[in-house]
T-cell receptor, first 113, second 111 residues
């Protein structure tokens, strides 16, 4: 039981390049989330998927797109990377029950030059 | 506007020196308050969930409490391995169950 996994762990892009961050969970959770973490800002929600087949914008969605591929996988795409997107990205998942706890992956550290 | 504020930003303790971290919040409709621990280069690790004022939860040297306006994370006789950033988050009402995070308290416990 790996929990929430993310790939890659590190990535360096040039301005304008595109990439997709992958996230998968093996806990049979319904909801999945993408956050970014910047110094002094705390974790901020980019997009989330309450259930398979649905996605919604969070607090900072501009410049990103997401795909809920199936119940296990939720990807985040940067179509044209900008230096302002340099950050650490975390994926999380939640069962959607009384506990309502979100469990986080190990993160992807992205640098855009 | 929903807001979560953690204090202090950083705290340095000697091993065995007990202290508390604070998380104050202003939200419309609290559904739950969460504490996470985050080690450098790692993702947040879940510690506790508190749902109503007066609730308390304990795990080893950590004890979390909740009032109507704030939560405290009490650390009793800390050890160097307790060094980490501690994050507080609140879950507001509504179907989306979004979390609003504070900026964290960086705790360093010196031997």
């Amino acid at each position: 039981n790996a929990g929430v996994t993310q790939t890659p762990k590190f990535q360096v892009l040039k301005t304008g390049q595109s990439m997709t961050l992958q996230c998968a969970q093996d806990m049979n959770h319904n909801s999945m989330y993408w956050y970014r973490q910047d110094p002094g800002m705390g974790l901020r929600l980019i997009y989330y998927s309450a259930s398979e087949g649905t996605t919604d914008k969070g607090e900072v969605p501009n410049g990103y797109n997401v795909s809920r591929l199936n119940k296990r996988e939720f990807s985040l795409r940067l179509e044209s990377a900008a230096p302002s997107q340099t950050s650490v990205y975390f994926c999380a998942s939640r069962l959607q029950g009384a506990a309502d706890t979100q469990y986080f992956g190990p993160g992807t550290r992205l640098t855009v030059l | 506007e929903d807001q979560v504020t953690q204090s202090p930003e950083a705290l340095r303790l000697q091993e065995g020196e007990s202290s508390s971290l604070n998380c104050s919040y202003t939200v419309s409709g609290l559904r739950g308050l969460f504490w996470y621990r985050q080690d450098p280069g790692k993702g947040p690790e879940f510690l506790f969930t508190l749902y109503s004022a007066g609730e308390e939860k304990e795990k080893e040297r950590l004890k979390a409490t909740l009032t109507k306006k704030e939560s405290f994370l009490h650390i009793t006789a800390p050890k160097p391995e307790d060094s980490a950033t501690y994050l507080c988050a609140v879950q507001t009402g509504g179907a989306t169950n979004k979390l609003i995070f504070g900026t964290g308290t960086l705790l360093a416990v010196q031997p």
